[in-house]
């Protein structure tokens, strides 16, 4: 008896047509509309990112990263409901993470729809977007030092002029991101390469400082005060190396230079509230550390 039971159970599940996805109901639909996948997107869409950080949800993922991740899966799972919708929205999300050519590709495909609402926006929408993706393709790597930061400067231009043009706009923010991360790259290669170049150490310095001033307002300053104090640390470590004799090293000069270093980091370690503060407490202990035991060894 249970043998034909079973047999029939499985016949009749075998028989019975499959349930699209999109017609779920019931226990089988998904804990959520489409609503509540956009509702933290929206909120923050315009978020000045250059000033603040990112922001992100009670569980603490980026609300942007989370966003975009929902809404592909609710376009794998209802394909056919509010597509122009949902994809309009996951345009902004690229948008707001520095997917500019992905942004785009989303927006235009939201304009080829005749029959949406959102179309003339999204023309729109994707022409503003445009210009962000063929700046950011810009090309910025090359080989020889020189040339590379002769690209940084052409597309550094092209950001100042994109982040000029959409003042008071919510892409203000994210140009002046880009603009900021292509200086803090053209800073990292002069500190790498100060060796060779002219007056590289003063090169690496002015660059490093010139981050902290312009982008005072960012919320990556906190890095760039690290970055100096970075730089003065090597040089430290550099003029210990090279003075190893004890005849050799000066003390003044050595507090001099450590002082400047510890300062840097005492910034951040004291700044509540950023995020880098730990990792300036951790540096400036290893720092005084090493001062110490430098000052005992050349008593």
Do not use: C
Request: negative net charge; proline residues 5%; without cysteine.
């Amino acid at each position: 008896m249970r043998t034909r039971i079973a047999a029939a159970l499985v016949a009749l599940l075998v028989a019975s047509p499959a349930a699209r996805a999109d017609e779920a109901t019931g226990p089988f639909a998904p804990y959520e509309d489409l609503l509540q996948v956009l509702a933290g997107l929206t909120w923050h869409l315009r978020d000045d990112l250059y000033r603040f950080p990112a922001p992100k949800d009670p569980t603490g993922y980026d609300v942007f990263k989370l966003s975009l991740s929902r809404l592909e899966a609710w376009q794998q799972r209802f394909p056919s409901r509010l597509p122009d919708v949902a994809m309009f929205a996951r345009a902004e999300a690229l948008e707001r993470l520095g997917e500019y050519a992905r942004a785009t590709v989303a927006y235009d495909d939201v304009a080829a729809r005749a029959d949406s609402p959102l179309a003339a926006r999204a023309r729109t929408e994707a022409a503003a977007v445009r210009v962000f993706a063929e700046t950011d393709a810009l090309p910025d790597d090359d080989p020889q030092l020189e040339r590379r930061l002769e690209l940084i400067r052409t597309k550094l231009d092209a950001w100042a002029a994109l982040a000029e043009r959409s003042v008071n706009t919510p892409r203000h923010s994210l140009a002046l991101i880009e603009e900021e991360r292509l200086e803090e790259e053209a800073a990292r290669l002069v500190v790498a390469y100060r060796q060779i170049i002219e007056d590289g150490e003063g090169a690496a310095e002015r660059s490093l400082r010139f981050l902290i001033r312009k982008h005072a307002e960012s919320k990556r300053l906190p890095n760039h005060v690290l970055a100096l104090g970075d730089l003065y640390e090597a040089q430290l470590r550099d003029y210990v190396a090279g003075h190893d004799r004890l005849l050799e090293f000066d003390v003044k000069e050595f507090t001099r230079r450590s002082d400047r270093a510890l300062d840097a980091y005492q910034k951040v370690a004291s700044w509540d509230g950023v995020a880098e503060k730990p990792d300036a407490e951790g540096r400036l202990a290893a720092l005084e550390a090493y001062r110490d035991a430098v000052l005992e060894r050349h008593r």
